[in-house]
């Protein structure tokens, strides 16, 4: 037990078929950063142009808005729903890069735009927070709030799409601040009011817009004080109503006796709390001996210890909080607690240099040194979440693919070539990124996410670096049952010469093509281009009932032009399949190799999803069809297609729809 305590190093700190097609006419703010404890602050509103026509937005309310709230009377309800369902996932010695990391849980209190004006299905800024490190995230609170804009936020459909994707469950918020920032006891009020029936309007509301958006629940932030016992037990009788219809997550402020009290630990004043909801954050006030009083008070309630997430504020001190890690998750752990990760979304919103992102957000979540297996302490002390946390697996049935797409990007290509350039957001796009982030042995080549040199969509998996000996890189953990006719599909590109042409990261960058059918790569067969040769690339797969033996698939050879090569599976039938990596192999040398595509594939392709009535009015496009992900595109006399977007819906707004086109709408 360190002799300091926490609250002094804190205080220290701190200083075709499938789509349908119809005519068309013609056609930014940064989160603020948290406040100084005590308490949480939501995103600070910031200025912001008037919005296009019709343009849906995220959406938020004050109390009193709820009751009445209902998708048939709001225009923007349909723009607002995910359809995504929340898959499962496995965390086990199999899916486990560092030893020293255990199954641990994470919940995330992440910014993604600010309270008003977040547009509802992405937007045209590569700079967004895509939250990439999806496998060490156990749940994610969509986190906002101010007393002028709204006091309850509900997740952009995007977000939960991705989140969903990867097995994380999501949450709204509802936040009623500090006095000093607006908090208003009236809203309070407002909230907890009881109809004729003594039910509770607001509750009944909340799970009905959680349910017809598609995320799971609310997390209850009540931070205005000069409340008394009595409006205090209403809250806590608010919670039990609420949570017989949807999720709960408690943050650790107001107390039974109606004070903000942020008591940092679990105790007979917040224990109430936490007995009707699913879980609950502790503020960060918490100190070392509050960590086995708080697990062993849980578990005399009958309650798991790990329900309670011991809040970490990344936010105001980024880098700086190995020793809460330590503290939280020791070596030996017999408190079972887990942590919760106050604005991780820093690693873009704390910078103005937005070009470090990337670097930041692998700093955080893997460490300095970008390997997962390791457990390096930075300058800072830092080590990473990889470090403590298991990897989870969410790849669990055929098919499977990925485009290595993180769900931004500064153009949009499909089979390699560009349908047109600029910046774009849009995480329903994003793919199950890898597993591991990253596991190179062999030759020092560097792997990262390449926006210039693309297959499909707005991203390419790179390695680069000098070929010196086979190189093995491990991607995804699965837990894959195969069945004949199953095969496995590589698409990539391979670039051999004594210079090395750069990407997105790399010195010189690719030849600018125009738009409209051009290649995403450089054109290898240019006059006076170098000599090049092909890379040999195997799949590398292991299987539960051999977990340690690599059996080894040859893909074949790749060159200069996209290639897609693929192996039948068939050998493997009634295997479950829990690893796949690849090895990389050819002459020694400068090696600049993108990967666009890997996926699992059964025998034969689905029948494609059916689109019926596709309708455009302005901007706003519908449609009908069932569940699953919409690409919508618009498509002029020539058959040149420009990329609007992706959903789960069947409403979409494109903020510019190129003149005299039509509309397409895919089902994926």
Excluded at 343 to 369: C, H, M, N
Excluded at 426 to 452: F, H, I, K, M
Aim: proline share 8%.
């Amino acid at each position: 037990m360190p002799t300091l305590s926490r609250r002094t190093l804190l205080i220290a700190g701190a200083v075709g078929a499938a789509g349908a097609t119809v005519g068309a006419g013609p056609a930014a703010a940064t989160p603020g950063g948290p406040a100084p404890h005590p308490g949480m602050a939501g995103a600070a509103p910031t200025a912001t142009p008037p919005p296009p026509a019709g343009q849906p937005f995220a959406p938020n309310w004050f109390p009193a808005d709820i009751p009445g709230w209902s998708p048939d009377t709001d225009p923007d309800a349909r723009f607002n729903r995910s359809t995504t369902p929340l898959t499962s996932r496995i965390i086990d010695r199999h899916t486990t890069a560092n030893p020293e990391a255990r199954r641990r849980r994470i919940l995330a209190l992440s910014v993604f735009g600010n309270t008003d004006g977040n547009p509802s299905q992405g937007s045209a800024q590569f700079d967004y927070y895509t939250s990439e490190f999806w496998q060490y995230i156990d749940s994610l609170v969509f986190w906002g709030g101010s007393a002028s804009e709204g006091l309850i936020l509900a997740p952009n459909p995007t977000v939960t799409d991705a989140a969903h994707r990867n097995s994380v469950p999501v949450h709204g918020t509802v936040f009623f601040p500090p006095n000093v920032y607006g908090g208003d006891l009236d809203r309070v009020r407002q909230f907890l009011r009881r109809d004729a029936l003594g039910r509770f309007p607001v509750a009944d509301g909340l799970a009905r817009i959680s349910r017809y958006y598609g995320f799971e629940g609310w997390f209850i932030n009540q931070e205005t004080d000069g409340a008394d016992p009595a409006l205090a037990e209403e809250m806590r009788l608010f919670v039990v109503a609420l949570k017989a219809r949807t999720s709960v997550i408690w943050y650790d402020a107001m107390n039974t006796t109606g004070h903000i009290g942020w008591r940092g630990r679990l105790d007979e004043l917040n224990a109430p709390y936490f007995a009707t909801s699913d879980t609950m954050f502790v503020d960060f006030r918490w100190d070392y001996p509050d960590l086995p009083s708080s697990a062993a008070y849980a578990r005399g309630m009958g309650r798991d210890p790990g329900q309670l997430f011991c809040g970490v504020d990344t936010g105001w001190r980024q880098f700086t909080v190995q020793l809460d890690f330590d503290a939280v998750f020791p070596a030996e752990d017999h408190n079972g607690l887990s942590i919760g990760l106050y604005r991780p979304d820093f690693t873009l919103t704390s910078i103005d240099d937005k070009t470090q992102y990337e670097a930041r957000e692998q700093r955080f979540w893997v460490g300095a040194d970008g390997d997962p297996t390791t457990s390096t302490a930075d300058a800072d002390g830092w080590r990473g979440v990889s470090a403590k946390v298991a990897e989870a697996a969410v790849v669990t049935r055929v098919p499977f693919a990925t485009t290595f797409n993180t769900g931004h990007g500064r153009l949009w290509a499909s089979g390699g070539r560009v349908w047109q350039r600029g910046e774009w957001n849009n995480l329903t796009a994003q793919d199950v990124l890898p597993t591991w982030r990253w596991r190179v042995t062999g030759s020092p080549l560097t792997a990262s996410y390449d926006y210039a040199t693309v297959w499909e969509g707005g991203s390419s998996l790179r390695l680069t670096g000098a070929l010196t000996t086979p190189t093995r890189v491990d991607l995804y953990a699965t837990r894959v049952r195969l069945s004949a006719g199953n095969r496995i599909s590589l698409t990539a590109t391979a670039t051999r010469a004594a210079t090395v042409p750069g990407g997105a990261g790399g010195p010189g960058g690719a030849p600018e093509p125009g738009i409209g059918g051009d290649t995403a790569s450089a054109d290898a067969t240019a006059p006076g281009a170098p000599a090049r040769d092909e890379l040999r690339i195997s799949a590398l797969l292991r299987f539960l009932d051999a977990p340690d033996t690599d059996v080894e698939v040859p893909l074949g050879r790749f060159g200069d032009r996209w290639t897609t090569r693929d192996s039948g599976l068939s050998r493997f039938h009634g295997r479950t399949l829990i690893r796949i990596a690849l090895r990389i192999s050819g002459t020694p040398g400068p090696t600049d190799l993108h990967i666009g595509r890997l996926a699992l594939e059964e025998e034969a392709d689905r029948e494609p999803r059916p689109v019926r009535g596709v309708r455009v009015d302005g901007n706003r496009i519908t449609w009908s069809g069932g569940p699953g992900r919409y690409d919508v595109r618009a498509v002029d006399r020539r058959g040149a297609r420009t990329w609007l977007g992706r959903t789960t819906g069947t409403a979409f707004y494109a903020a510019s729809i190129p003149a005299d086109t039509k509309i397409e709408v895919l089902a994926l």
